[in-house]
């Protein structure tokens, strides 16, 4: 079965100090991966896909299929970048369709 | 380009009391999907709908039901509600790529 696994429930980090989110994920298939925001009482927002290899908001992440690893890394951690994290893995035998299958998310606390 | 709503975004329900979440998309998506959001326990999949017409079990569907009345639309009924299902749900659409998410309704079952 597939299933997300983030270890991590709550990351502390200091302003400019580099942080990383952890996500692995089992899937028999050709996984699609992909990391969502959600900022204090709000929706979720698509941050990375793995498969478009872009940066946004200065984050990145590499899919990492011998490790079955999606981390999310960011070298100069920011206050506006408090919020919680979701991993997520696209299941499905087409692109048309598929059902998301979320971490259970990091909360990142970032202090000045 | 209002993306998904979802309406109500607060709801406080009795138990036993039935509800209907709305969720309509105008970005002409295939799928949609209602998720509940738990602390500690992330988003899980209560139902989907690859397409017009078709709605499928995810892995929380008990007690609820799901319409897909068009392709806009995607309504999720509590029959008769349960304190349990007190959580903060989520609809999303998606057609290719990642998946495009509502406001999330707020609903406590007292």
């Known amino acids: 079965a597939q299933r997300v696994t983030q270890p991590e429930k709550l990351l502390s980090v200091f302003k400019g100090a580099p942080v990383e989110l952890k996500c692995n994920y089992s899937y028999s298939g050709s996984p699609e991966l992909f990391w969502y925001v959600q900022y204090s009482r709000q929706r979720l927002q698509l941050l990375l896909r793995h498969i478009s290899r872009e940066s946004i908001k200065g984050f990145t992440a590499d899919l990492n299929k011998g490790e079955t690893s999606f981390h999310l890394k960011k070298p100069f951690a920011q206050e506006e970048d408090s919020a919680m994290y979701y991993c997520a893995l696209r299941t499905g035998t087409t692109d048309s369709w598929g059902k998301f299958q979320f971490g259970a998310g990091t909360q990142v606390v970032v202090t000045p | 380009n209002a993306g998904v709503t979802q309406t109500p975004k607060f709801q406080v329900l009795k138990t036993g009391q039935s509800m209907t979440l709305q969720c309509a998309q105008d970005?002409?998506?295939?799928?949609m999907y209602w998720y509940r959001q738990d602390p500690g326990m992330g988003l899980r999949l209560i139902y989907y709908s690859a397409s017009e017409g078709t709605t499928d079990k995810g892995e929380v569907p008990n007690g609820y039901n799901v319409s897909r009345l068009n392709k806009r639309e995607f309504s999720l009924r509590l029959e008769s509600a349960a304190p349990s299902q007190t959580s903060v749900y989520f609809c999303a659409s998606r057609r290719t790529g990642g998946a495009f998410f509502g406001q999330g309704t707020r609903l406590t079952v007292v």
């Open positions: 970005m002409n998506h295939n799928s």
